[in-house]
């Protein structure tokens, strides 16, 4: 009796240490997740901020941009070909069946390819432009537009402190803009005579409108597809690269064609693509691990990383109106991202009874969430 009592007992506490040595890997993967965030949003602005205003030959953006595509889809297509062990035959077979077989499927991503083509192009205008500050908190408005988009297309609702916090978002970031507008030069660059402040607002307003339709119209069409994050970005990688040569060709063909498709490339030009190639594969691995407050608080860090690192590296002014501006983008960013209030347990019953009921899982919001996540099984979603 002594000997069986023990071993349940002696189970249990295996199964706490376990448990508490998970509990510890996840927490880790949070603090990392934070930190692959926080580097990839505010890097990708500052090094691009930073290649855009050296002196000496300036390297075509446009080309940056196709060549990111081009690492993009051969990066993925590595890791598609992983995922078969080798096999070549499954490989060519899968992807025959979900570019050119389904092609009605593949035609669906040719909209979000261009904006985000588009949009591509316009962060290089638009940093190009304004302080890396100054864009970064700008671009944030992009949390606005997706929002605003979702209540349209996708019919979702916001929770009262989610519209508080984009009315906050709003107002904070016309207060940059007007600080920035009716002050002096807040960057001291090679290039300042060169930029143009309203070219470069435009292009981020616009280039945020861009990223909040694409990005809903995206999650709209994949709704109830089994392809993987990695295929999905392959067939955006085919249109964005035929749509990203187009757009090179109308704007510096002659200029290309005289000088060379890599003329202007440095080591730095380099890391910049490689980020922007990169940067948005990781972000989507990282993802699985942060939840919307780590990603929200991951945003708010990068802006005033951005801010500080433009001190030192742009000679960036902070004034106290643009510290107020920036810490209303900051707040309303970390408020959207909250949780929504939990409902009361009756209520939580009763939906709870109603799932059962109609035999639909209580944790479809879960694998629905997760199906936009990289898994070993291929019953993915891209985004």
Excluded at 255 to 264: Q, T, V, Y
């Amino acid at each position: 009796m002594a000997a069986g009592n023990e071993g349940p007992g002696s189970g249990a506490g295996e199964d706490k240490a376990p448990s508490r040595r998970q509990n510890e890997v996840n927490k880790n993967l949070k603090y990392a997740s934070l930190a692959v965030l926080v580097i990839q949003n505010a890097s990708l602005i500052l090094s691009i901020r930073y290649v855009r205003t050296l002196p000496g030959d300036r390297f075509f953006t446009t080309s940056a941009v196709v060549m990111a595509e081009v690492l993009k889809v051969l990066t993925c297509l590595i890791i598609i070909m992983l995922q078969k062990r080798g096999n070549v035959r499954d490989f060519v077979t899968l992807l025959y069946d979900s570019i050119i077989i389904q092609y009605r499927d593949t035609l669906k991503l040719a909209v979000p390819s261009l904006i985000y083509t588009l949009q591509n192009n316009l962060q290089y205008v638009a940093i190009s432009n304004l302080p890396a500050a100054t864009f970064q908190v700008t671009y944030q408005l992009k949390i606005l537009t997706t929002a605003l988009f979702s209540v349209m297309m996708l019919r979702k609702s916001l929770s009262k402190v989610q519209w508080v916090s984009l009315l906050l978002l709003f107002v904070g970031v016309a207060v940059v803009q007007v600080q920035q507008e009716g002050g002096k030069p807040k960057e001291t660059t090679v290039s300042a005579t060169s930029q143009n402040y309203a070219k470069g607002l435009v292009a981020v307003v616009v280039s945020c409108l861009s990223s909040g339709f694409a990005g809903v119209y995206f999650e709209k069409i994949l709704k109830g597809s089994s392809a993987s994050v990695w295929l999905r970005n392959v067939q955006l990688g085919i249109f964005g690269t035929a749509l990203g040569l187009l757009g090179m060709w109308w704007n510096d063909g002659p200029a290309i064609a005289e000088k060379g498709f890599l003329f202007g490339y440095t080591s730095m030009v380099w890391g910049v693509i490689f980020n922007q190639a990169f940067g948005g594969l990781l972000v989507a691995v990282v993802v699985k691990y942060a939840d919307n407050i780590l990603k929200g608080f991951a945003t708010s860090i990068s802006i005033i990383v951005s801010t500080v690192t433009s001190v030192y590296l742009f000679g960036f002014h902070v004034d106290l109106v643009f510290t107020l501006g920036a810490g209303m983008v900051i707040g309303a960013v970390y408020m959207y991202s909250l949780p929504k209030a939990t409902p009361s347990p009756t209520s939580a019953s009763l939906s709870s009874a109603n799932h059962n009921r109609s035999g639909v899982s209580s944790q479809h919001g879960d694998s629905e969430m997760d199906a936009f996540l990289p898994k070993a099984a291929e019953k993915e979603k891209g985004s």
